[in-house]
């Protein structure tokens, strides 16, 4: 079976695909290096090699080339993706979906990249093959389309929906018993004890809503210090050692004095424990540092943050099990939205690069605001006619 293999592109890892016989996927490695060329995150590189390891083994398991399918075998690997057949450990007699639809979508949307990009390269693909993955014109604008900028959109032929899935948040309460142990300020001796490493993450990403990946890559000199003005952290698009990479593009967040005065602590922290002797380009050093293994104030893992939160919701119970560092993003756009927010100013604080997608995630937020007053409706009107002599009833 085709599997993906890792190998570095100078000091970053990349992923290519290798079919059963061991050998590299010509087609495919083209395809991933034009991704590499244009930009995509060593993640998503990642994302679609495995997508297009699992198509391989499906055409070599049929006896098919790529450029020979129909659209039956497009229904037929997404059941197989469904039903995870490409893992030999565990067979059932009766085939039931194990994989999460948000997985197959992704699972097809690197294929249909991988044939939208072999067609743009004029390889000779079937006209109906090519349609299907070329998409087809539809009139169909969504709200606020005007002020997306992009170009006419097509709609794919061969796709999967989700079902509405909720939005998870955060309660107050958990989130501060979180930050509290995580660091506390002991007043009587005027420091903190604890990681305060990990208080300031929480503290970010629960009042700015960044993705992960974002705040981890972010830089000292990243950090604009309030003085005079409210302070701003600038989410920057540059490499990084681990493959972490702004996903929406550069960006800048204003946040409050509070996290600002954090952040100062933070940084005379990481000094006591001498990051200023260490660190020798202080402006080019990671906020979130390794301070307790090697290398030394080198960039932090994503994976080591997942490990930490687990480690800390089998000790705090107010914490939901199911708790990744997103659901400071969820929370922080449903707070936004529920106090008020206009939607793009939403749209633009967390990256989104279409207000559509802010929409499509939080839509569920007003609609709720709504059903909500419509059920204090006669309350409202209440107010209205009381006192008034002239009304009928």
Not at 72 to 94: H, M
Not at 183 to 189: D, E
Request: with cysteine; hydrophobic share 40%.
């Amino acid at each position: 079976m085709a599997t993906t293999q890792r190998v570095m592109d100078g000091d970053t890892p990349t992923w290519t695909v290798v079919d059963q016989q061991f050998s590299v996927v010509e087609s495919v490695e083209s395809y991933l290096e034009f991704g590499r060329q244009s930009g995509f995150s060593p993640n998503t590189i990642k994302a679609y090699a495995r997508g297009l390891a699992q198509w391989w083994t499906y055409l070599e398991q049929h006896a098919k080339r790529w450029d020979a399918v129909s659209i039956r075998d497009f229904g037929n690997f997404l059941a197989a993706v469904r039903t995870n057949e490409f893992d030999p450990t565990i067979r059932s007699l009766v085939a039931e979906p194990v994989v999460s639809e948000s997985t197959v979508q992704l699972r097809l949307r690197a294929v249909m990249s991988f044939y939208r990009y072999q067609a743009g390269c004029g390889h000779h693909v079937a006209p109906f093959l090519y349609d299907q993955v070329r998409g087809r014109n539809t009139r169909y604008l969504s709200f606020l389309e005007h002020v997306a900028r992009r170009g006419p959109r097509r709609r794919a032929a061969v796709r999967v929906r989700q079902p509405r899935r909720e939005i998870p948040v955060l309660a107050p309460h958990a989130i501060v018993k979180l930050l509290d142990a995580e660091a506390t300020y002991v007043q009587t001796l005027g420091e903190w004890r604890g990681d305060l490493r990990y208080r300031l993450l929480w503290s970010l990403l629960a009042e700015t809503g960044m993705r992960l990946g974002e705040a981890l890559a972010l830089q000292h000199q990243d950090w604009g210090i309030g003085r005079s003005s409210t302070a701003t952290i600038y989410v920057a698009d540059r490499r990084h050692p681990h493959g972490l990479a702004a996903k929406s593009g550069c960006r800048r967040v204003h946040v409050g004095s509070r996290l600002d005065r954090l952040y100062a602590d933070y940084v005379w922290w990481l000094c006591d424990r001498g990051g200023d002797a260490a660190i020798v380009n202080w402006d080019e050093g990671y906020i979130f540092c390794n301070t307790m293994r090697e290398p030394l104030y080198g960039a932090l893992r994503p994976e080591a943050v997942y490990s930490h939160l687990r480690s800390v919701k089998r000790r705090l119970p107010e914490l939901p099990p199911g708790m990744t560092p997103h659901w400071f993003r969820h929370t922080h756009a449903t707070a936004l939205l529920l106090a008020g927010t206009p939607l793009h100013v939403v749209s633009r604080r967390l990256g989104h690069q279409s207000i559509q997608t802010t929409i499509n995630t939080y839509g569920h937020v007003t609609e709720d605001a709504e059903l909500e007053a419509l059920a204090n409706w006669r309350e409202v009107v209440a107010g209205w006619t009381e006192g008034n002599h002239d009304d009928p009833r």
